[in-house]
């Protein structure tokens, strides 16, 4: 047997393990997400099945993948639930924080968007237009509030991960179900009004043209004006109900 086969066995194993860290942190590869079988990863990373069985094994040392008995290999949450779904209860049992999220919401996405303009793909484009037209469809449909939530909710997603920055895809990721909360309480309380809705699907068309048109600073601001939209109709229509409320008291006392 050659003496150096056992080096150049760990050398490609070790490009195999960080191809497939690259994947996972573009986000080809998701939490969750079963990996190809071993005959597609050799095929698609030109190594031999030994090679690639060692690249997996460093990686599942590395706390990256998950293997499950008869079902084979999973990219493990890279997000410990011990450390964020505290902190998720936390902030969602204070009403306030809605709007503190909505700020964080364009802080990031109005970032996002601007880079997605800049660096998305057409195979990016592509995705997104999807996610838009599949937002369309459910609103034609008539479908459940939380159907759309999602689809709203996938859109906004989707151009975040056109951005190609991997740390804000994981940061976005990390309060995902935060993030879906806010789209939920505008389905809820801004869809319902028609004025609204059409003031939100002019708001959600501006922003894919944008991103997928490669006009950066337009997406930027699109975004920017999108959450700042919602943000101030939930903020109105909190007033509103408010004034509402008052009314009725002094009518018919405490």
């Known amino acids: ?50 090679a690639l069985r060692e690249g997996l094994q460093i990686l599942r040392v590395r706390g990256l ?16 639930s011990t450390v964020s779904k505290p902190l998720e209860h936390l902030l969602q049992a204070q009403g306030r924080t809605l709007y503190d999220l909505l700020e964080v919401r364009e802080l990031l996405e109005s970032e996002a968007a601007q880079l997605a303009a800049s660096r998305g793909t057409e195979a990016d484009h592509i995705m997104i237009r999807r996610r838009f037209q599949e937002l369309e469809d459910l609103q034609m449909q008539d479908a459940a509030p939380e159907q759309v939530a999602r689809a709203d909710h996938a859109f906004h997603a989707a151009i975040c991960e056109a951005s190609h920055n991997p740390v804000l895809v994981h940061m976005i990721s990390l309060f995902n179900d935060l993030m879906l909360s806010t789209v939920r309480v505008s389905v809820q309380h801004l869809y319902p009004d028609h004025d609204s809705k059409r003031r939100l699907d002019r708001q959600h068309a501006r922003l894919c043209n944008a991103v997928t048109q490669g006009q950066a600073d337009l997406a930027r601001r699109a975004a920017k004006e999108h959450i700042d939209g919602i943000r101030r109709q939930l903020q109105e229509l909190e007033a509103k109900q408010l004034r509402l409320e008052h009314a009725r008291q002094r009518l018919n006392g405490l």
């Open 1 to 50: 047997m050659n003496m150096q086969e056992p080096k150049r066995l760990e050398v490609t194993a070790e490009l195999v393990a960080q191809r497939i860290e690259t994947f996972i942190m573009d986000g080809v590869l998701k939490p969750g997400q079963a990996l190809p079988s071993e005959r597609q990863l050799t095929q698609r990373l030109a190594v031999s099945r030994s």
């Open 65 to 80: 993948i998950e293997t499950r008995h008869g079902k084979g290999s999973f990219v493990a949450n890279l997000i410990d």
